[in-house]
């Protein structure tokens, strides 16, 4: 496998989870599954440096379980990624499977080709046996020429060496159609006749074919979303960019990562890992962690990592105190910010892996 695969292989995030996605430079296009952004017509997506980037979901077709991105930012840097002739598959040829599973780092799995063409309700998908776990959905699987074969789609839930994933005969009927996408609008298009909607219609204006329910629909933030994203709006950051999953956001202030999310149904936390204790000359950090008063934001430490951390239990919030909620959740970001350049300056602590320390 071409070891540059991993440069073209995003993660997709937004408020209801996390999948991947993959570019193809030939249309300034990023391929995913439709179900992965199902519910949402703009999403973040993240390289394998964690950069964010915003993508507009452009054109679905949610027979064939696909949807195409676009992204207004530079990636002629890129290489090509080229797809396979269609029906080039045989049964155990060797695939892999990139992408990225649970939401962790990139990873390729190995494996091979159970079936070319298995008939599944109607359609007909690649069966292998290589890994395959919920986040892989929208990845690409390759040959062994690193020629994209499929769209990673899903694995059976109590079945081992059973993934699947959508031929790429299926991804090269969607792209046919991409000189028509206005990649500022979301449209879908009619499985029946290809025709591209980007209007609200419950059929086809074609041929009269009944859309998917639903398709146009746009998933609606809960209150305490709103509330969340209002206060990282405050802090100069794109919502959007910053979601993680449901009632979870990630992104960086400056050279911080802050974590935002929900535990249990029952705390909101607020939680940055600013620094790494020194190697040597501890006392000197800890003695200043321990005395100074932080309020209302606690550190903590777990080996090595320093945390700054603010709680609140959910029924706290409310029309009375989320103003001053808000404000604590802002504050904690810009103070994570300068804490950690601090620690490093005068307490010779290191940055922590999850900085960003050219910010």
Sequence with gaps: MDQNIYKL????????????????KSYNLFVTNYHV?????????????????????????????IALLAVDADFSALPELNL??????????????????????FTVTEGSVSSPKQLMEG?????????????????????????????????????????FGVRVEALRKLLESVDGVDRNTFQVQCDSCDELISEEEEFCPSCGEKLPEEVFAEREQSPLSVFCEQA????????????????????????????????????????????????????????????????????????RQIYMAY???????????EDEIRKNLV??????????????????CEFSEYSKQEA
């Design 9 to 24: 292989v995003y993660k997709v995030t937004h408020a209801g989870g996390s999948g991947s996605c993959f570019y193809l």
């Design 37 to 65: 952004v199902n519910g949402f017509h703009t999403v973040a997506i993240h390289d394998n440096d964690r950069n964010p980037y915003l993508a507009k979901v452009v054109l679905v077709n949610p027979s064939l379980d």
């Design 84 to 105: 396979a002739a269609d029906d080039s598959l045989a049964i155990g040829g060797k695939v892999s499977v990139a992408g990225y599973p649970y939401g962790m780092p």
């Design 123 to 163: 359609k007909y998908y690649i069966q292998t046996d290589a890994a395959v776990n919920p986040g892989n959905s929208g990845g690409p699987i390759f040959n062994e020429n690193s020629e994209v074969v499929g769209v990673t789609v899903s694995k059976f839930t109590n079945a081992d060496n059973m993934g």
């Design 232 to 303: 990282i709006a405050e802090m100069g950051v794109n919502p959007i960019l910053a979601r993680d999953g449901y009632d979870s956001w990630t992104f960086h202030k400056g050279s911080s990562e802050i974590r935002i999310f929900v535990y249990e149904n029952t705390y909101l936390f607020a939680v940055s890992p600013i620094n790494l204790l020194p190697k040597k000359e501890v006392e000197r950090v800890l003695d200043y962690i321990l005395s100074e008063d932080f309020a209302p934001y606690k550190l903590g430490i777990e080996g």
């Design 311 to 321: 709680r609140i239990h959910l029924s706290d919030l409310t029309e009375e105190s």
């Design 331 to 348: 504050n904690l970001a810009f103070k994570a910010d300068d804490m950690d350049n601090m620690l490093v300056e005068q307490f010779g």
